[in-house]
Structures are given as C-alpha cells and as structure tokens.
C-alpha cells in the first residue's frame, strides 16, 4: 500500500490522495460510483470523424482529427487495481498515442474547466496564424481582463509591467504569456487579431470542436472565464480536454513554450518588456514531465492537465484533474499508477 500524504496549514496532516496496488490483496476505492460510459480499464478512442475545411479552407486530414491505429497499445497488468482520486470532481489518464483511456471516473461530465480551455486557443492559434512573428495590438478590453493578466499573478495582485492599450507584441510572444504565465489578456488580443471579437473566436473553437468529435463541450471565451450569467454555457469534460490535449502534441511549438519555466516578451518597438513566469510547479518535480495547463475559477476550482512520458521515452500519457486542490500531488501519483499498470506491447 503505497499514501501520498500533504501537509497543509496549521500542521494538519491529511492523506490527500492514496492508492491501492498489491498482487495477493487487490482492493478498489472510491469507484463505485457511475463513471459516465467510460470504463476504468482500457478503452480505444470510439470514433473516426471526417476531414473538414477550417474557416481558411484549410484542409483538415483525417489523421489530425482522430487518433491513428498505435502499433503498440497499452495493456493492463493482471490483477492491476483501480485508481482512487478521491481529491478531484472528475480525473482521467489517457494514452496519447493510441487515444486509449487507462483511468476515467466523471470524465464525461460537463463541467467548467477555466484556463485548460487556453490549450484550445493555442491550437486555432496556430492553425489561422502561420507567422507566430507577426503583430497583435493589445485593446481596452484585454487590458481590463479579468483574473490573471500579464505583470498580475492574480487578480489584484500586480508586480510587474501590465499590457499598455496600442501596445504591439509578436503572436509567438503572446502564445508564452497565455501558456505559461496563463495570462487572460493575452488569450483575448490573440483572440482578437483572428477573429475581431471573443464572440467570433468561441465559434471557431467550438467548430474545431465540432470536428474533433467532442461530445461534451462548448466553449465561450478564448480565456476560459466563464461569461456572467451564462456559466452553465461554458463547459467542457476531463476526456474532451484530454482528447485537444493529445491533438496538440503534434504542434511542437506548443509544447515547447509549456515545458518554459521563464520567458521574457518584448513590445515590437521595445518600450515593454514583461517577465513571464510559467505556473506549473511540476517542471522540475514531475520526472519526464513534458508540460502541463493549470486552470482555476472560483466555480471550476483548481484544475490542471499535465503531460508525462515513461522513462524510455517511447510512451506519452495525459493526466487531467479538475476540481482538485490537492492537483500537483494527485497527478504525480496518477503518472506513478499508470506506468506501474500498464505495459506497452
């Protein structure tokens, strides 16, 4: 029996997450309950979906919207026992490669999915923007974005230079501030520059959406701020995240700047200069970790998705916790589960 324990304030300990693997007394907990149509050993990805054009007629394949036949599959080991997330609202583990599901409890379940929803955006990103050099030009309304914004970690909490209102930065500069340092504002220019309004963008997302297969989404803003009065509008599931996760990997770029700890973005004519701080903790905590999405509203709660690779390097999973305070400890011991469960052949 193997407990990943937290401590938190006031010298409380609690067993924040823990898991049961032994081979003479295999016991399950915590998964009795429904798990929305997925089941908890190996699943491969249901459906094909048919090559669309994208807004530009760009010719979308059939290989970049689902997932290709893996020549190696992940198997589950004999008398391998459930995973038990017991901190998150809905967790999933999925096989990058082949689409197979290794661990799902509530990954189907609509529910709001904040900043996750940035790795969407920086997919229509990079697919309507084929120079990441070119210019953006910073307005009104995503200099007074809320949460998270360039130069303020937080709400209310600024300790470094802001967006100025005109200011010019490069795509490829504003993709680091979204992705790293999970900055709104920077999530509505990019917004802005393709589509001319938020409104606009949303319907390429969920368009993209569409041609993904996913079931369970819809997306309202390039951010994932859910829109005031409307937040049951704005949704997602851990499995359709996982699933634009996994069709993300196939753009380097992207998962280049995630896996940055720091960046430094510079305005066009070098008046600005803005420190970019990446808000994933498990960079250098996570063996193999090959990046991640954090995510936070007050109705989406602390979410997070995280990419790992086995240690030969040959096996990529995605893990996605959502509503899970105790995220980074929980998905350390996911990628531990998986690699200790499955064999691939």
Known sequence: MKYFLSIIAGGFILASSFWFFQKDNCFSAFLNQENQGDSISSIAFEEKVKGVESQKKKSISLKKVAFPIAQIQPIIKKETCDLAVPNA?????LDADSGTILHSYKGKERRQIASLTKLMTAVIVIEEISNLDEDAVVSGKAVYAEGTKVGCPRSGYCVGERLKVGEKLSVKSLLK???MNSA???AIVLAEHISGSQEKF????????KELGLRDSHFCTPSGLEIDGREDECYSSAYDIARVTAYSMQYEIIWKILRLPEAEIIS???KYTHQIMNTDRLLDQLPNCL???TGFTPLAGRSLITAVADPTGKHKIIMVVLDDPYRWQDVQMMASWAFESYEWR
């Open 89 to 93: 609202h809905a967790s999933l583990i």
């Open 177 to 179: 501030a979204m992705l």
């Open 184 to 186: 709104n504002d920077a």
């Open 202 to 209: 949303a319907e390429l997302m969920n368009e993209k959406a």
């Open 268 to 270: 066009t004519d070098g």
């Open 291 to 293: 990046g991640g999405k």
